[in-house]
């Protein structure tokens, strides 16, 4: 029986944030090729590995749709997460230094990704001074995204760890549809490997920002009543150029 053919109008959608979109070329061809001959779409499962680390692959990926997790397991078998991969970012990068990947990625939903063949990047990089300026922004992007979270480890309260969190998913996920509010597709578990704090401390940071009125939270669902505060209370600088969550977004 053959596969199913995507959706064209959704797969332009889905890519619409990617920051490997100008790499594709969706328009003008032909129904059973929207993806580009660069970007191959394919799916992870929820709980399954994209790669581990090890792994020589070649490849870096953007997600689509869903979320990624990228993971490194001490000695004794004590999980930390590096950090989250929402839909256009990327994922991969590590493997670019060394052609080997340092980290483990899994999936934390049924996740829809683009795999780009590095030394394809890297040719049409080279024929395009575009697409190298671009290739550059990815590259900062991603070092941007370690500086973030440095800079939340850094903080020395729970709950400006939490509030720093919650606002940088709110300029990477809720913003991006124009709304205040964003569905966690992480676990609490998840957010406090990534924090370095204990579950019970994420959830009760989680409450306090409640109970001050900054949010309100239904399960995995956070609204963000006051974003400001919840600012002041991650203590992020007023101005927009001060802050390395704003540069990002």
């Given at each position: ?8 109008t ?132 991603s ?36 709304q205040p509010?964003?569905?966690?597709p ?40 006051d ?23």
């Open positions: 029986m053959a596969a199913p053919v995507p959706d064209i959704l797969l332009r959608r889905s890519c619409a944030p990617c920051t490997l979109r100008q790499f594709c070329q969706h328009v003008g061809l032909p129904q059973r090729t929207p993806g580009s001959a660069l970007g191959k779409p394919f799916g992870v499962n929820r709980g399954d590995s994209l790669f581990r680390a090890g792994d020589q692959h070649g490849r870096v990926y953007a997600v689509r749709t869903g979320a990624m997790k990228t993971v490194a397991v001490t000695a004794d078998g004590e999980e930390h997460v590096l950090g989250f991969h929402l839909p256009g970012e990327l994922l991969g990068l590590d493997s670019l230094a060394t052609g080997v990947h340092c980290a483990e990625a899994v999936a934390l939903a049924d996740t829809q990704l683009c795999e780009f063949p590095v030394q394809g990047i890297l040719s049409r990089s080279a024929s395009s001074p575009e697409l190298g300026a671009r290739m550059l922004q990815v590259l900062g992007s070092a941007l995204g370690c500086r973030v979270h440095v800079d939340l480890l850094l903080r020395r309260q729970a709950d400006e760890r939490v509030a720093m969190f919650l606002y940088d998913l709110l300029l990477r996920l809720g913003r991006r549809d124009g509010s964003l569905t966690l992480m676990s609490r578990e998840d957010v406090g490997r990534y924090l370095g704090l204990a579950l019970e401390t994420v959830s009760r940071s989680l409450t306090r920002l409640q109970e001050d009125a900054l949010i309100e939270v239904s399960g995995r669902s956070v609204r963000v009543l974003e400001d505060r919840l600012r002041g209370v991650a203590m992020l600088p007023d101005t927009p150029s001060g802050s390395p969550l704003e540069r990002q977004a």
